[in-house]
């Protein structure tokens, strides 16, 4: 399967993504086509190099020994501007120039600090994303945000810089441990609900079949996942307006985020951020409450948590919302599904009624 995401602007803006296309044994030469007379250099994450280097390289993938290969030991904690110094500087070592290109191998963090290491390498150089991680197959790669964390905040110092390829292998995801797993399957569910309701009938049907990674409905769920990003970013590159549906039940699992100080993690949070938005929607008489019993019964079929613990307090979050809400300068627009694969928003919204559902969704522990 093969998209392409054609940006505003010129043709040479066009992004394209392969969804098993081409073999790892095919992908040099891919490459090669597609870059011409530019030298590769790869940014890999070393841990996926570790587990990956002897199969690929078996390939014809670049050695180490190639000196256009560089490891990066991806985290969060290393999503700064000082990783992104430390491997510019290890590319004008190796001689990278502005005839050069970039190749980012690993999962969302890899791909967000490569890409945006690509948007102002010598003022630019293009770029190319293999996703290894669910969470980065079926979202981060796709849509051209990069950026780095800054310690006031996530993502605050970033650029918008399409990669000219996004090349996705499923069977990267053989090796991803099961919580990494879990994690991306809360942004697969939110890509379902907000606007492939055949996508979410393939998860319910065959939750066992993506737990076991077989390849075929792996395919079937990045290819959809994929579809359903580029879609909206295409109508909506810098997140003006429509952007904003990708959002959905992201308003209230930022919020739990930052008020646990990050313990509880993205895709957990996500999930209570959906059922959060859903139960919103079914008490405001936009949506069936059968539809929100079938997104509850989906998270905990992948073990993603469904109510809210106690310590993030309905005020707390409604702070958190309510600050965020200042950042952005304006109103607070929330997303709520109105069935399974459709989604609107709602800019009404009276801060007592989402206080009632994050009431009722609280837990004790
Ligand atoms: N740019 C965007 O639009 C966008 C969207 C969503 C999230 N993000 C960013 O993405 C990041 C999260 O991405 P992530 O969850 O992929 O994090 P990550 O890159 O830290 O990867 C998660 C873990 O999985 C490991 N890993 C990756 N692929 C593997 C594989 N095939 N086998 C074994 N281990 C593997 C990594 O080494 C890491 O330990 C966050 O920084 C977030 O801000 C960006
Ligand atoms: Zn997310």
């Given at each position: 399967m093969k998209l392409t995401i054609n940006l505003p602007?010129?043709?040479?803006?066009a992004s394209e993504v392969l969804i098993g296309e081409g073999t790892p044994a095919e992908l040099p030469a891919m490459l090669a086509g597609r870059l011409g007379s530019r030298a590769a250099y790869w940014i890999w994450d070393e841990r996926v190099w570790e587990l990956w280097h002897e199969r690929v390289e078996g390939y014809g993938w670049p050695p180490m020994?190639?000196?256009?290969l560089i490891l990066f030991p991806a985290s969060e904690m290393n999503k700064r501007l000082n990783s992104l110094e430390n491997l510019a500087q290890q590319m004008v070592r190796l001689?990278?120039?502005?005839?050069s290109a970039l190749v980012a191998v690993g999962g969302g963090v890899t791909g967000d600090v490569v890409g945006f290491l690509a948007s102002i390498y010598m003022r630019g150089i293009p770029h190319l994303q293999i996703p290894t991680s669910l969470l980065a197959q079926v979202d981060?790669?796709?849509?051209?945000k990069t950026g780095v964390d800054l310690p006031e905040g996530k993502n605050l110092l970033g650029s918008f810089h399409q990669p000219q390829t996004i090349w996705m292998y499923p069977?990267?995801?053989?090796?991803?441990p099961p919580e990494e797993f879990r994690q991306g399957m809360a942004e697969v569910i939110k890509s379902a609900m907000l606007g492939d309701r055949a996508l979410w009938e393939d998860l319910e049907k065959h939750t066992e079949a993506i737990k076991r990674r077989e390849g075929d409905v792996l395919l079937r769920v990045i290819g959809a996942s994929c579809a359903i990003k580029a879609g909206v970013v295409e109508a909506d590159e810098r997140e003006?307006?429509?952007?904003?549906?990708?959002n959905l039940g992201h308003t209230v699992g930022h919020a739990v985020e930052k008020v646990s100080d990050y313990q509880v993690r993205h895709g957990d949070a996500v999930a209570m951020g959906l059922v959060t938005a859903a139960n919103l929607a079914a008490r405001l008489g936009k949506l069936a409450y059968d539809d929100v019993s079938r997104l509850e019964k989906l998270c905990i079929a992948w073990d993603l948590p469904v109510r809210i613990p106690g310590p993030c307090s309905p005020e707390s979050l409604l702070a958190a919302i309510q600050s965020d809400k200042k950042r952005m300068r304006g109103t607070l627009h929330f997303v709520l599904p109105v069935k399974i694969g459709e989604v609107m928003v709602y800019d009404r919204l009276d801060p007592e009624e989402l206080k009632q559902v994050l009431l009722a969704l609280r837990t004790e522990a």
């Open positions: 602007g010129t043709p040479s803006r020994e190639s000196g256009r001689g990278a120039d502005r005839q981060s790669s796709i849509g051209g069977q990267f995801l053989e090796t991803l003006s307006g429509y952007r904003m549906v990708l």
